[in-house]
């Protein structure tokens, strides 16, 4: 049976493709059921406070980098959305007096215009928020070696090559109203996705890369960061590989509320918990590594109830 056209975009894949039998039964998830959904491998964790929130998750950082040695060196690879976490970090490297000397940190993606990676002065450049809300802010005798920041260039050879003899500890990551990974956004529907979309497998294969951003992505990015300007956020980025979100440790998805719904947050969580994985819903790939965490803030889960504003 031929899967439905997009209600968001025709062109493209996305979660309106899929059964709709699964639509309909992450809509009527309790917050209960979402926290029973936890199986080995997925780990449902819920924080009632966003100060708790954004404390854990500063802590993975602080976690991830205390592993950190000569003979084994460590490290995270962090988000750009949520941003609360990383002054925290910086906060807590200080208060610690820890030493970066051998942690590592990788971004997650950045933004891509006429194939080149935006520069340092853009307004929405990932890079350049992550130093001024964090690195910029540890002191000079804690700080991590500049040779150990790894920020994503629209030539990928040196950030991929960087994943090399370091550990990735925990990859951190918020989910998108896309149900996005970083921006490993569902593809167009053309060509030999015209029909279906990559099958898991082949989803599973892509490496560190400039991709095509789908057009509900750009638009929460302009309402997310630039107050509804869309003619501000580029239409493509360069993102990490699902070949390097596998060679993290863990994957620590955080649910704030801000950066998609309550449906979207039930959906993902059911089609990991359950898996079934589906690359129209990119972020339900998880349901395929071994250790996924979604940490959610409590009071943002809402319902999927309707009202009329």
């Known amino acids: 049976m031929a899967r439905p056209l997009s209600k968001i975009a025709p062109d493209w894949w996305d979660y309106t493709t899929i059964d709709k039998e699964i639509l309909t039964d992450a809509a009527k998830l309790t917050p209960k059921q979402m926290l029973g959904l936890s199986r080995k491998g997925f780990k449902v964790v819920f924080y009632d406070t966003l100060e708790d929130f954004y404390l854990a998750e500063a802590l993975e950082y602080i976690e991830a980098w205390k592993q950190a040695k000569e003979s084994s060196p ?73 040779e150990n920041l790894h920020f994503p260039k629209a030539d990928v050879r040196e950030y991929v090559k960087s994943w090399d003899g370091v550990r990735c500890v925990v990859m951190q990551g918020g989910q998108g109203d896309i149900k996005h990974w970083a921006f490993n956004d569902p593809v ?51 993102t990490v590989g699902s070949i390097q979100t596998w060679r993290a440790e863990k994957v620590s998805i955080w649910h704030a509320g801000m950066h998609d719904n309550p449906f979207g947050m039930r959906l993902t969580t059911l089609m990991i918990a359950k898996k079934i994985p589906d690359s129209a819903v990119p972020m339900s790939l998880l349901a395929l590594h071994p250790n996924v965490q979604f940490n959610f803030y409590r009071p943002a889960i809402g319902t999927c109830q309707v009202e009329m504003h």
């Open 74 to 146: 460590a490290g995270i690879c962090g988000p750009i959305g949520p941003t609360e976490q990383l002054p925290l970090v910086a906060r807590l490297v200080n208060a610690m007096e820890l030493s970066l000397k051998n942690a590592h940190f990788w971004g997650m993606d950045e933004w891509v215009i006429d194939g080149r990676e935006v520069p340092f002065e853009h307004p929405l450049s990932f890079a350049r928020t992550d130093m001024e809300l964090c690195f910029n802010r540890i002191k000079r005798k804690y700080a991590m070696p500049k």
């Open 188 to 238: 167009r529907r053309k060509g030999k996705y015209k029909d279906n979309p990559p099958s898991p497998e082949e989803y599973l294969k892509l490496n560190t890369r400039v991709v095509d951003l789908h057009p509900v992505t750009i638009m929460q990015n302009a309402r997310t960061s630039g107050g509804g300007q869309l003619d501000l956020v580029p239409t493509q980025a360069v």
